[in-house]
């Protein structure tokens, strides 16, 4: 990817997949006609554009045309999450190509998860048929607060042993190209947009699973704030309760809205089982999962006052319980915040469900490698 600090004017012209001419990339792109040139033929030579054709011609010779070549390198996408391990191969566009997912707790700590990562990873690309050299670069995500500059994880609740542990530069040492780590809701709320609402400017992404987080998409970007910890409201106290959290405080709405929380008062052991539960009709289920929703709803309230969004999807284990935990949040955000923030907002389930987090990580590395600005 040397090439790409010269290319990158022309390149971001192509990447919509429309095969354009050297006329037509001088015409939108304002630069002089050798300067194109030199460009376009940099990028041929490192295999991000080819040939795409023959644009019709007006006189003498065809014009030859090109295209974004979405494969000339690979992505390697990774979702840690608490008990799970998601690793994907995907292309340039983000298009997952080939995955694995296994059972993997992350209190086992990052030598053994990250070194399950870059195990993972070899053999996606060996089953693709195609070399670590093809990597443009790995993305990753962790289930805790992240200094994104760094790709450390910054005093991580659930994560004993990785606090301010390297976690890109463990990772380089088994994988080419950059390493970009973040926090997995941020990636969860990225690959959402990037999917499923590229044009929408205001979103908020909430997680409800093990923990409760939300990734903040403002104007367009993603908000991590000073120091990767915007979003956590799984730890803002949930008024009138006062149930012990894993965080050391009290009342923390992850501490009685979770679905850890909601497994203990229901004698069940995981999310899915939570979600079971409700499809089958159970009542007691479907009201604390819908009361859940209210309490999330509450804090989320003052959220959708502070930031206005235009959109909040909810992902996560427990969003597969669908309208019980939807129709909660939706009652208390709609009923305590005022109608000029609410009265185009959409509460929606997450529409690329357990692949937003992969397919955010893909998008980490993309914007790094094809748009050389932060996501």
Same mark, same amino acid.
């Given at each position: 990817?040397?090439?790409?600090?010269?290319?990158?004017?022309?390149? $971001?012209?192509?990447? *919509?997949?429309?095969? $354009?001419?050297?006329?037509?990339?001088?015409?939108?792109?304002?630069?002089?006609?050798?300067?194109?040139?030199?460009?376009?033929?940099?990028?041929?030579?490192?295999?991000?554009?080819?040939?795409?054709?023959?644009?019709?011609?007006?006189?003498?010779?065809?014009?030859?045309?090109?295209?974004?070549?979405?494969?000339?390198?690979?992505?390697?996408?990774?979702?840690?999450?608490?008990?799970?391990? +998601?690793? %994907?191969?995907?292309?340039?566009?983000?298009?997952?190509?080939?995955?694995?997912?296994?059972?993997?707790?992350? %209190?086992?700590?990052?030598?053994?998860?990250?070194? %399950?990562?870059?195990?993972?990873?070899?053999?996606?690309?060996?089953?693709?048929?195609?070399?670590?050299?093809?990597?443009?670069?790995?993305?990753?995500?962790?289930?805790?607060?992240?200094?994104?500059?760094?790709?450390?994880?910054?005093?991580?609740?659930?994560?004993?042993?990785?606090?301010?542990?390297?976690?890109?530069?463990?990772?380089?040492? *088994?994988?080419?190209?950059?390493?970009? #780590? *973040?926090?997995?809701?941020?990636?969860?709320?990225?690959?959402?947009?990037?999917?499923?609402?590229?044009?929408?400017?205001?979103?908020?992404?909430?997680? #409800?699973?093990?923990?409760?987080?939300?990734?903040?998409?403002?104007?367009?970007?993603?908000?991590?704030?000073?120091?990767?910890?915007?979003?956590?409201?799984?730890?803002?106290?949930?008024?009138?309760?006062?149930?012990?959290?894993?965080?050391?405080?009290?009342?923390?709405? !992850?501490?009685?809205?979770?679905?850890?929380?909601?497994?203990?008062?229901?004698?069940?052991?995981?999310?899915? *089982?939570?979600?079971?539960? #409700? $499809?089958?009709?159970?009542? +007691?289920?479907?009201? !604390?999962?819908?009361?859940?929703?209210? !309490?999330?709803?509450?804090?989320?309230?003052?959220?959708?006052?502070?930031?206005?969004?235009?959109?909040?999807?909810?992902?996560?284990?427990?969003?597969?319980?669908?309208?019980?935990?939807?129709?909660?949040?939706?009652?208390?955000?709609?009923? $305590?915040?005022?109608?000029?923030?609410?009265?185009?907002?959409?509460?929606?389930?997450?529409?690329?469900?357990?692949?937003?987090?992969?397919?955010?990580?893909?998008?980490?590395?993309?914007?790094?490698?094809?748009?050389?600005?932060?996501?």
């Amino acid at each position: 990817m040397s090439d790409l600090g010269t290319a990158d004017a022309v390149l $971001r012209l192509l990447l *919509d997949g429309q095969p $354009r001419t050297r006329a037509e990339l001088i015409e939108r792109s304002g630069l002089a006609r050798s300067t194109v040139t030199g460009r376009i033929e940099a990028l041929l030579e490192s295999g991000l554009v080819v040939p795409s054709g023959e644009a019709a011609s007006t006189g003498g010779r065809p014009p030859a045309r090109f295209r974004f070549n979405p494969t000339a390198r690979l992505v390697l996408a990774a979702d840690v999450g608490a008990t799970h391990l +998601a690793v %994907a191969l995907t292309d340039l566009t983000g298009t997952i190509l080939q995955r694995t997912t296994t059972k993997l707790a992350i %209190a086992e700590g990052p030598e053994v998860v990250l070194a %399950a990562v870059a195990e993972a990873g070899h053999t996606l690309l060996r089953e693709a048929g195609r070399s670590p050299a093809d990597l443009a670069g790995t993305g990753v995500g962790l289930p805790g607060p992240v200094e994104h500059s760094t790709g450390r994880p910054n005093h991580p609740p659930i994560m004993p042993g990785w606090d301010s542990y390297d976690v890109a530069g463990r990772l380089r040492r *088994d994988l080419p190209g950059p390493v970009l #780590v *973040d926090n997995d809701v941020n990636i969860m709320a990225l690959g959402e947009h990037a999917t499923a609402y590229p044009d929408v400017e205001h979103l908020l992404f909430v997680k #409800v699973a093990t923990g409760i987080g939300a990734g903040v998409i403002s104007g367009g970007r993603l908000h991590r704030g000073a120091q990767g910890a915007a979003g956590d409201i799984g730890h803002i106290q949930a008024p009138g309760h006062t149930a012990p959290c894993r965080c050391g405080n009290t009342g923390c709405l !992850e501490a009685i809205a979770s679905a850890t929380a909601l497994a203990g008062k229901l004698g069940v052991r995981t999310s899915q *089982d939570i979600v079971d539960l #409700v $499809r089958s009709g159970n009542t +007691a289920a479907t009201a !604390e999962v819908r009361q859940a929703g209210r !309490e999330i709803g509450t804090v989320l309230a003052a959220a959708v006052s502070l930031l206005n969004p235009s959109v909040i999807v909810v992902g996560g284990s427990l969003a597969q319980a669908g309208d019980s935990l939807l129709a909660g949040l939706r009652e208390t955000i709609y009923a $305590r915040s005022l109608p000029l923030a609410t009265t185009a907002l959409r509460i929606v389930t997450s529409r690329t469900g357990q692949d937003a987090a992969l397919l955010g990580a893909a998008t980490l590395v993309q914007h790094h490698t094809l748009h050389r600005t932060p996501s």
